[in-house]
Nanobody, 113 residues
């Protein structure tokens, strides 16, 4: 199993980024997928999840209305569109198949002026 995140970087407050997570080694379309983040000096925070069939999505209150999770099962790719970014969103963002214990290496998002 391999999960490879990309798309992180530096952005000013109010800006946008789109994270991607390329999955391999398992049947991507059969699994719920998640984004989890870890801010400097803090613990893991669940950000968003998406189910494997109906495309139902779930968000932490801190990001609801600003972030959008989506997936392309044909491309085996998970996405996180992040708009209205705030300094508090600065973190290492992980793509995860949580219940199987599979995590990517993370992609850094830094929001500052």
């Amino acid at each position: 199993v391999q999960l490879v995140e990309s798309g992180g970087g530096w952005v000013q407050p109010g800006g946008s980024l789109r994270l991607s997570c390329a999955a391999s080694g398992f049947t991507f379309s059969s699994h719920w997928m998640y984004w989890v983040r870890q801010a400097p000096g803090k613990g893991l925070e669940w950000v968003s999840g998406i189910d494997n069939d109906d495309g139902n999505t779930y968000y932490a209150p801190s990001v609801k209305g600003r972030f959008t999770i989506s997936r392309d099962n044909a491309k085996k790719t998970l996405y996180l569109q992040m708009n209205g970014l705030e300094p508090e969103d600065t973190a290492l963002y992980y793509c995860a198949r949580i219940f199987w214990g599979d995590w990517g290496q993370g992609t850094q998002v830094t929001v500052s002026s």
